[in-house]
C-alpha cells in the first residue's frame, strides 16, 4: 500500500522504533526517523564500540552483543534482510502487537514515482543497472523525466533520498530473497530473471525461496508489469494466473506468450500481440556472454513503449558492465585477470566460464550456503586449464573434481585467499587468462563479495 511522506510521518512520530541490525539499510534511516521524531533503538548482535558511540553521540539508545534481543518491545521494528522474521524474539514481539517493516518495504510505501524491481538467483545486479541506464540515456536525449535513483540490494539505501523525490523521477531497485521475504509492497514493474539453489543455508528449503522470490509480483495489479525468464522452469510457472501484463524473454526462440522477446539467430526481436519488432543485433551489445544478451533483453522487455530504440542501442553499445562482473582488471606478464566476484553460485559461474572461447584458470571456492555444487565438475571439466580452491566450499569443490577424474596436477586447494590467488599466477602462462568466479559467497573470508574482489583487484594490480 502506498502512502503520503506527510501521512508516514504523523505516525512514525513519537513512536519506539527498534533497528535490529546495524547494517547498510538501517542506518541509512537512523537520520529520517530522527528527524521525524521517531525514538530510536539500535540493536545489533555484534559488538562495535565505534558505531556505539557515533549513535550514543546522536542521542540513539544502542542494544549490542549476544543479548541484541531482549526486552523488544519497540511499537516498530525495522529488520535488516539478512535477520529471518521467525527469530522467536522478533515474532513474539510481533505478536504483541509491533509492527514489523524494513528500509526498503517503508521506501517503497512512500516512494512517490514509478519503480522498477528486479530479482533473481543470476544476473540481477546487471540487468538492474541496465534498466537505470537505458532510463538515464532516455533523459539524456529527451531532456525528459526526472531524475534515476538506483539502490536497494545493490549498495544504495533510497529512503535517505524520499523527501526529494518526485513522481517525474524512477526508482530502480534490486531486491534480494531475503528483502523479499517478509515484505508486502507493491511495484509497478518486476522482472525476475531466473531462479535456481541458492541461499539455502538461510532459507528452509528450496520451495521457500522460490517463495519468497514470487513476493516481488505477489501485489502487481492490472496497471503493473512482469518480465519472466521463459527458459526457467520456476519463473515460467510463475506466469500462470498473474493480473500483471506479462512479457517472456528467451534466448532459445520465441516463447508462446502475447507478449515476448526473443533471440532468432543474431537479432534480438519484440513481440507484441503478433507485431515483431526488431529491436537489436547480438553484435550490438558489449558485453560478452549469451547472460548478458538475456540480461538486455529482460531489461528491455521492462521498458518497452517507454524508452526509444535510440535509448537502447545507445546503452548496449557503450555500457562495459558492473564492477565485479567479469571485469577485466588488467593484463600483466602477458596473462589477463577477470574479477568476477559476484559469481556466488554454480549457476553465475557457469555463465561467466561460457563467457570465453578459451579455457581459463579459474578461482573457485568461499563461504558454503549449501547448495549444490555437483553442477561446478562438467563445468570446470570443459572450461578450466586450472582450478584454484579456497575457502570451506573449495575442499568440497576439489573433491567433486578429483572424484570425477579431472587431472590432479591441475587443481590446488589453498585454505586462505591470498594462498589461492598466488597458485592461480604460478600456473599462468603468457597468454592465459585467470578469472576469480567462486561459485559461494564471500562471508567465510570477506565481509561480502565486494570487498572479495576489490582484495583480488589489489592483488592483480600489485604484481
Given at each position: 500500500?502506498?502512502?503520503?511522506?506527510?501521512?508516514?510521518?504523523?505516525?512514525?512520530?513519537?513512536?519506539?522504533?527498534?533497528?535490529?541490525?546495524?547494517?547498510?539499510?538501517?542506518?541509512?534511516?537512523?537520520?529520517?526517523?530522527?528527524?521525524?521524531?521517531?525514538?530510536?533503538?539500535?540493536?545489533?548482535?555484534?559488538?562495535?564500540?565505534?558505531?556505539?558511540?557515533?549513535?550514543?553521540?546522536?542521542?540513539?539508545?544502542?542494544?549490542?552483543?549476544?543479548?541484541?534481543?531482549?526486552?523488544?518491545?519497540?511499537?516498530?521494528?525495522?529488520?535488516?534482510?539478512?535477520?529471518?522474521?521467525?527469530?522467536?524474539?522478533?515474532?513474539?514481539?510481533?505478536?504483541?502487537?509491533?509492527?514489523?517493516?524494513?528500509?526498503?518495504?517503508?521506501?517503497?510505501?512512500?516512494?512517490?514515482?514509478?519503480?522498477?524491481?528486479?530479482?533473481?538467483?543470476?544476473?540481477?545486479?546487471?540487468?538492474?543497472?541496465?534498466?537505470?541506464?537505458?532510463?538515464?540515456?532516455?533523459?539524456?536525449?529527451?531532456?525528459?523525466?526526472?531524475?534515476?535513483?538506483?539502490?536497494?540490494?545493490?549498495?544504495?539505501?533510497?529512503?535517505?533520498?524520499?523527501?526529494?523525490?518526485?513522481?517525474?523521477?524512477?526508482?530502480?531497485?534490486?531486491?534480494?530473497?531475503?528483502?523479499?521475504?517478509?515484505?508486502?509492497?507493491?511495484?509497478?514493474?518486476?522482472?525476475?530473471?531466473?531462479?535456481?539453489?541458492?541461499?539455502?543455508?538461510?532459507?528452509?528449503?528450496?520451495?521457500?525461496?522460490?517463495?519468497?522470490?514470487?513476493?516481488?509480483?505477489?501485489?502487481?495489479?492490472?496497471?503493473?508489469?512482469?518480465?519472466?525468464?521463459?527458459?526457467?522452469?520456476?519463473?515460467?510457472?510463475?506466469?500462470?494466473?498473474?493480473?500483471?501484463?506479462?512479457?517472456?524473454?528467451?534466448?532459445?526462440?520465441?516463447?508462446?506468450?502475447?507478449?515476448?522477446?526473443?533471440?532468432?539467430?543474431?537479432?534480438?526481436?519484440?513481440?507484441?500481440?503478433?507485431?515483431?519488432?526488431?529491436?537489436?543485433?547480438?553484435?550490438?551489445?558489449?558485453?560478452?556472454?549469451?547472460?548478458?544478451?538475456?540480461?538486455?533483453?529482460?531489461?528491455?522487455?521492462?521498458?518497452?513503449?517507454?524508452?526509444?530504440?535510440?535509448?537502447?542501442?545507445?546503452?548496449?553499445?557503450?555500457?562495459?558492465?558492473?564492477?565485479?562482473?567479469?571485469?577485466?582488471?588488467?593484463?600483466?606478464?602477458?596473462?589477463?585477470?577477470?574479477?568476477?566476484?559476484?559469481?556466488?553460485?554454480?549457476?553465475?559461474?557457469?555463465?561467466?566460464?561460457?563467457?570465453?572461447?578459451?579455457?581459463?584458470?579459474?578461482?573457485?571456492?568461499?563461504?558454503?550456503?549449501?547448495?549444490?555444487?555437483?553442477?561446478?565438475?562438467?563445468?570446470?571439466?570443459?572450461?578450466?586449464?586450472?582450478?584454484?580452491?579456497?575457502?570451506?566450499?573449495?575442499?568440497?569443490?576439489?573433491?567433486?573434481?578429483?572424484?570425477?577424474?579431472?587431472?590432479c596436477d591441475k587443481i590446488v586447494y589453498t585454505r586462505d585467499f591470498e594462498g589461492a590467488f598466488r597458485e592461480a599466477v604460478k600456473a599462468a602462462g603468457e597468454g592465459d587468462t585467470?578469472?576469480?568466479?567462486?561459485?559461494?559467497?564471500?562471508?567465510?573470508?570477506?565481509?561480502?563479495?565486494?570487498?572479495?574482489?576489490?582484495?583480488?583487484?589489489?592483488?592483480?594490480?600489485?604484481?
Open positions: 500500500m502506498k502512502y503520503g511522506f506527510e501521512q508516514f510521518a504523523k505516525y512514525i512520530e513519537g513512536k519506539s522504533v527498534a533497528l535490529i541490525g546495524a547494517g547498510v539499510s538501517n542506518m541509512a534511516a537512523v537520520e529520517l526517523l530522527s528527524s521525524l521524531g521517531a525514538r530510536i533503538t539500535v540493536r545489533d548482535k555484534k559488538e562495535d564500540a565505534k558505531k556505539e558511540a557515533e549513535l550514543s553521540e546522536k542521542g540513539i539508545k544502542t542494544v549490542f552483543g549476544e543479548n541484541y534481543l531482549e526486552n523488544l518491545t519497540e511499537d516498530v521494528l525495522l529488520k535488516s534482510p539478512g535477520i529471518r522474521p521467525d527469530v522467536p524474539e522478533i515474532a513474539a514481539a510481533e505478536a504483541r502487537g509491533s509492527v514489523l517493516t524494513s528500509e526498503m518495504e517503508i521506501f517503497l510505501s512512500l516512494c512517490p514515482c514509478k519503480v522498477y524491481a528486479i530479482t533473481g538467483s543470476d544476473g540481477k545486479t546487471t540487468t538492474t543497472t541496465l534498466v537505470s541506464e537505458i532510463l538515464k540515456k532516455e533523459r539524456e536525449l529527451t531532456g525528459k523525466g526526472g531524475k534515476v535513483y538506483l539502490g536497494g540490494n545493490i549498495g544504495t539505501p533510497l529512503l535517505p533520498f524520499i523527501r526529494e523525490m518526485t513522481a517525474d523521477d524512477a526508482a530502480v531497485v534490486e531486491l534480494s530473497s531475503f528483502q523479499l521475504f517478509a515484505m508486502s509492497a507493491k511495484v509497478d514493474t518486476a522482472i525476475v530473471t531466473n531462479v535456481t539453489p541458492n541461499h539455502l543455508n538461510w532459507h528452509i528449503d528450496m520451495q521457500e525461496y522460490i517463495d519468497s522470490k514470487a513476493k516481488i509480483f505477489e501485489h502487481q495489479t492490472a496497471e503493473s508489469r512482469l518480465v519472466l525468464n521463459a527458459e526457467n522452469e520456476v519463473t515460467r510457472g510463475f506466469a500462470a494466473g498473474r493480473e500483471a501484463e506479462v512479457t517472456m524473454f528467451s534466448s532459445a526462440g520465441k516463447p508462446e506468450g502475447a507478449r515476448s522477446i526473443f533471440l532468432e539467430g543474431e537479432e534480438i526481436f519484440y513481440n507484441e500481440c503478433g507485431k515483431l519488432s526488431r529491436v537489436l543485433c547480438r553484435d550490438d551489445i558489449k558485453l560478452p556472454g549469451m547472460h548478458n544478451v538475456e540480461n538486455y533483453m529482460a531489461a528491455i522487455a521492462a521498458l518497452w513503449g517507454e524508452v526509444s530504440e535510440e535509448a537502447i542501442l545507445g546503452v548496449a553499445r557503450n555500457f562495459g558492465g558492473v564492477a565485479h562482473r567479469i571485469e577485466l582488471v588488467r593484463t600483466a606478464g602477458g596473462v589477463k585477470y577477470y574479477n568476477s566476484s559476484i559469481d556466488t553460485s554454480p549457476t553465475r559461474t557457469e555463465a561467466a566460464l561460457r563467457s570465453f572461447k578459451e579455457k581459463l584458470i579459474v578461482m573457485v571456492g568461499g563461504y558454503d550456503k549449501n547448495i549444490p555444487l555437483e553442477p561446478l565438475v562438467p563445468l570446470l571439466h570443459k572450461h578450466a586449464k586450472f582450478v584454484s580452491a579456497t575457502g570451506a566450499t573449495g575442499e568440497k569443490i576439489v573433491a567433486l573434481l578429483l572424484d570425477s577424474g579431472y587431472p585467470v578469472i576469480l568466479s567462486p561459485a559461494s559467497a564471500s562471508f567465510d573470508a570477506f565481509k561480502n563479495f565486494e570487498e572479495r574482489g576489490n582484495r583480488f583487484k589489489e592483488l592483480v594490480n600489485a604484481l
